[in-house]
């Protein structure tokens, strides 16, 4: 007889109320819970401080209010804890934001089984850190405007959704459009972590440059990388190969510094240094490769849109 698997182990105030439903917490939910869970869908997972630093005005607010979700059964967190290494709590779809974000697109609800392995999937992922890694670059654009009223990330789309819009032709850690004012700049991004050689980053161009080539935007693909050195030997490759045929622009990731502002280095020009939302980009007429300008249900935080921030 095989052995009871026992029950999830919660902390003591974190046991998670059974039967709930959605309808049995409606009352309890707000408009910012069904913007987490949407964003927790369309990008895997996200720590307590990203989620804290577009949502909320107080960490200690976003804290308490994720770990009330999590006892309804509305999201779910992990922690994965490695000697010497940062261990952010990581949030992920709980049984019920998941079964709301599918029934809100007309979709059926993962089984319990299917979002068990989903939470196990983003938990045992040998890429989590460079998952994390892309979403802070966009939730870095987000804190950037939520301070600047001429300035919005109007779209933010994940890996899964990106290659699902351009026909599977591409697969780029994500896409966004910057919005500056007057300016708007569409683009791809590439988080480079060094790990891969440098053969490899400049192979991927041509998935680029054919999409664009077959009615595609012409959206720059924007490579981000990790220090200085390899940015600078990467545009030695660029400069040494063959025409690009599409817009590439670098910069190197630093803590603290936006990436709206003049870090990008556009390969075949000079050194100086340009805004997101000076980097030449068009989004091109609308067709089965080219989904066109942003519409407002493509915002990240499109359920807030005219709702005021919650403290």
Known sequence: MNAAVPPRQFPE???PERGSSLLTISHRLRVRDYAIANLLDEH???TTDQLARVLFDHRTTCRHRLYTLRRL?????????RPGEPNPACWVPGPLSA?????????????????????DR?????????????????????VDARHRPEADLVRWWSERTTAATFGRRIHPDGHGIWRDGDAETGFYLEHDRGTESLTRLTDK??????????????????????????????????????SLGVTV?????????????????????????????DLPAGHGPEGPLSPG?????????????????LP
Do not use: K, M
Not at 73 to 81: L, W
Not at 99 to 119: F, I, K, N, T
């Open 13 to 15: 105030g974190e046991t």
């Open 44 to 46: 895997g997972t996200l």
């Open 73 to 81: 059964g509305f999201v779910d967190r992990f922690v994965r804890n």
């Open 99 to 119: 079964r709301y974000v599918a029934l809100a697109r007309g979709e059926a609800p993962p089984s319990p089984r299917a979002l068990r392995d989903r939470q």
């Open 122 to 142: 983003a938990y045992a992922s040998p890429y989590l850190d460079h998952l994390l890694e892309v979403n802070q670059f966009f939730i870095d654009l987000l």
């Open 205 to 242: 161009l041509g998935a680029y440059r054919r999409l664009r080539a077959d009615g595609g935007p012409d959206y720059p693909v924007l490579f981000t990388l990790p220090s200085p050195a390899r940015e600078e030997h990467l545009h030695t490759r660029l400069a040494a190969g063959p």
């Open 249 to 277: 622009a670098t910069c190197v990731t630093t803590p603290g510094v936006s990436a709206a502002g003049p870090v990008w280095w556009l390969a075949g020009a000079d050194r100086r240094r340009l805004r997101l939302a």
């Open 293 to 309: 300008p942003a519409r407002p249900d493509h915002h990240p935080l499109a359920l807030l849109t005219g709702v005021p921030l």
